[in-house]
């Protein structure tokens, strides 16, 4: 077994494609509209589908928005940099929502941004 995807409720697709594709320099690997069911899928990643994890962005045509819940975490991503990384998603227009740092208890350095959504990614500094 292995982990396929996380699949994300989004009010606008559009502003949520150019956020992951523009912002955090994924590509879109796949996308089908299901005008029957009135939805919208696209699959957005760093590698293809058969090599590793991905993202689901579903966008129900008639939703505009949602409710994230308490329940919701974060996505978590490993970065190289975390602090350069921020500041390259500030420089696209990202919003950091925690600056990169050690974590509180410990010295991994994270950080977390924010998508259009109000869903959280952590950055995770790559050990060395």
């Not at 589908?49 to 129900?60: D, F, M, Q, R, Y």
Request: with cysteine; net charge negative.
């Amino acid at each position: 077994m292995r982990i396929l995807h996380t699949m994300l409720r989004v009010g606008n697709l559009d502003r949520s494609i150019d956020f992951y594709t523009q912002v955090l320099g994924m590509r879109v690997l796949r996308r089908q509209d299901y005008p029957e069911g009135r939805f919208t899928l696209a699959f957005i990643g760093y590698q293809e589908e058969s090599e590793g994890a991905v993202i689901e962005l579903t966008h129900n045509w008639d939703t505009g928005q949602y409710e994230l819940g308490t329940a919701y975490g974060h996505i978590a991503l490993e970065v190289g940099d975390a602090y350069a990384t921020c500041e390259q998603v500030k420089a696209r227009g990202g919003k950091v929502v925690r600056e990169a740092g050690p974590m509180k208890h410990g010295t991994t350095v994270i950080a977390f941004v924010e998508d259009p959504d109000g869903y959280k990614i952590e950055f995770i500094q790559r050990a060395t």
